[in-house]
Each structure stands twice: as structure tokens, then as C-alpha cells.
T-cell receptor, first 116, second 115 residues
Framework: AQKVTQAQTEISVVEKEDVTLDCVYE???????LFWYKQPPSGELVFLIRRNSFDEQNEISGRYSWNFQKSTSSFNFTITASQVVDSAVYFC?????????????FGKGTRLSVIA | DTEVTQTPKHLVMGMTNKKSLKCEQH?????MYWYKQKAKKPPELMFVYSYEKLSINESVPSRFSPECPNSSLLNLHLHALQPEDSALYLC??????????????FGPGTRLTVL
């Protein structure tokens, strides 16, 4: 069975601080895909990253970086020098079916508040 | 065009009304999705269409009826809803299903209130 755990329900930081959002996943498949989405107050989910299980390279995109560690089944997301516009709910998600018949499994989300 | 549009943005309806939600994308995506999201919860998948055919129905009550008239358009017809159906309804699309899963692109959602 697939499961995604985002243990941090809410995080509050002061602007310019770095913040890491944790994501731990469970799957029995050797091939799987992990995603991060951002949901600002407007409601739309914004795709941030897709990573497959064979690619353990960490990724950096501007102030965002992702640390994928298969040994600990974690796919953590770090925002460097946070800004007020980063305030949102962030979801980690997992899918392990290349046929597409298994939908995305979302974690419960982490609400990030960045205070000016 | 790299977006998914949804109309209306807000909808208030009574339990005896019939209404429809509309979703449109022009990215050439062949998989389209409906999700329901309650406050402070993650999105829950309702339906998946692949190449205009219903691929997944997550045991959704028949008062929700999806329709995919063409590859760009996805509708959700609502009839005899209950107050507990009040939620944000999100539409998404992705490149396709097989060979994926591919990242899904979401619309802004329709915030539905059932009185």
C-alpha cells in the first residue's frame, strides 16, 4: 500500500529564514514517482517537481531544493531565504503505477506561513 | 496556452438544483481529472478520463456525473447534492496516463456551497 506522511501540519517562519518541509513515503514498488505541489490561498495547486525513483540526484531550482533519499524513503523540500509569497499549503504526493491507473496519493499537506 | 481554466469560480446551489462545472485545457493533454477538496484536507480523486473515456471512478455517488465531450473539455454535472458536498472542486490534466504518471496541472477550482 502506498502512503505519504507529512508530519508537519503547520510551520511558521520569519521572512528570509530557510525552511524544510518533510515528506516520508511508503511503497512496495521499485519504480515510483514523487511530486510536490504548492497550494496558495487562491486554491490552485501549482506543480513544483516530479522525480522518479531511479533518479536520486538532488535538485535545485532558484530558492527551492529537493533532497531525495531512498534509504530513508524521504523526499524533503527546502525553501531558502523564504518570502511572504511562499506562504501556502505544500503537498507531497506519490504514484507507483506507470499505467496511470493508480491515482496520486497525497500527504495531508504542510501549511507554511512566512511572516514579514 | 499552458493553463487549465474552470468555470464558475464560485457556485451556490440548493439541494434540488441541477448545475454543471466546466473545465477546459488546450495543452493537448489526453488525461483529465476531477478532485474534491474539503477545507484543510488534501485533494481526493473523483474521476479520471483518458482519451475521452472514463478510466477511474472512485466510487463517487451518482449525484455527480462527469462528461468529457472532447479532448479539451471536461464537465461535472451536479444534481440533488447534499450540504456535505460543499467543497473546492479541482480539475486537472496531464499529458496522458500510460507511460506516466505525469505531472498534473490544476485549474483554480470551483468553490461550491450547497444550501
Amino acid at each position: 500500500a502506498q502512503k505519504v506522511t507529512q508530519a508537519q501540519t503547520e510551520i511558521s517562519v520569519v521572512e528570509k529564514e530557510d525552511v524544510t518541509l518533510d515528506c516520508v513515503y511508503e511503497t512496495r514498488d521499485t519504480t515510483y514517482y514523487l511530486f510536490w505541489y504548492k497550494q496558495p490561498p487562491s486554491g490552485e495547486l501549482v506543480f513544483l517537481i516530479r522525480r522518479n525513483s531511479f533518479d536520486e540526484q538532488n535538485e535545485i531550482s532558484g530558492r527551492y531544493s529537493w533532497n531525495f533519499q531512498k534509504s530513508t524513503s524521504s523526499f524533503n523540500f527546502t525553501i531558502t531565504a523564504s518570502q511572504v509569497v511562499d506562504s501556502a499549503v505544500y503537498f507531497c504526493a506519490l504514484s507507483d503505477d506507470k499505467s496511470g491507473n493508480t491515482p496520486l496519493v497525497f500527504g495531508k499537506g504542510t501549511r507554511l506561513s512566512v511572516i514579514a | 496556452d499552458t493553463e487549465v481554466t474552470q468555470t464558475p469560480k464560485h457556485l451556490v446551489m440548493g439541494m434540488t438544483n441541477k448545475k454543471s462545472l466546466k473545465c477546459e485545457q488546450h495543452m493537448g493533454h489526453r488525461a483529465m481529472y476531477w478532485y474534491k477538496q474539503k477545507a484543510k484536507k488534501p485533494p481526493e480523486l473523483m474521476f479520471v478520463y483518458s482519451y475521452e473515456k472514463l478510466s477511474i471512478n472512485e466510487s463517487v455517488p451518482s449525484r455527480f456525473s462527469p462528461e468529457c465531450p472532447n479532448s479539451s473539455l471536461l464537465n461535472l454535472h451536479l444534481h440533488a447534492l447534499q450540504p456535505e458536498d460543499s467543497a473546492l472542486y479541482l480539475c486537472a490534466s496531464s499529458f496522458r496516463l500510460a507511460g506516466g504518471p505525469y505531472e498534473q496541472f490544476f485549474g483554480p477550482g470551483t468553490r461550491l456551497t450547497v444550501l
